[in-house]
Nanobody
């Protein structure tokens, strides 16, 4: 499975973005049966998980984004979304989607939030 993230950009604090993660060269069964996570890499090298969604569609969130971010999936489109509302400067970073079960990582999409 190859994951491709998109939707990043430069926004002002308080605005919204929606990221998309599309699975390419993958199968519906492999994608739909596995969790997908969104991770953020800030100024350092660490990639912190901000949200994940299991195969039933249940989302979990880091405390820093609870109430502002919503993760969802459309298995028919092999796509996972991350709706980000009320963006803050500390949300700035390179956002990656990944499948924990296989340690597949997509390329990142940059989100920059200005104050």
């Amino acid at each position: 499975v190859q994951l491709q993230a998109s939707g990043g950009g430069l926004v002002q604090a308080g605005e919204s973005l929606r990221l998309s993660c599309v699975a390419r060269r993958g199968t519906f069964s492999r994608f739909s049966r596995n969790a997908v996570a969104w991770c953020r890499q800030g100024s350092g090298y660490e990639r912190d998980r901000v949200a994940s969604i299991d195969r039933e569609g249940l989302g979990t969130y880091a405390d820093s984004v609870k109430g502002r971010f919503t993760v969802s999936r459309d298995d028919a489109k092999l796509t996972v979304y991350l709706q980000m509302n009320g963006l803050k400067p500390e949300d700035t970073g390179l956002y990656y989607c990944m499948m924990p079960a296989y340690n597949y990582w997509g390329q990142g999409t940059q989100v920059t939030v200005s104050s």
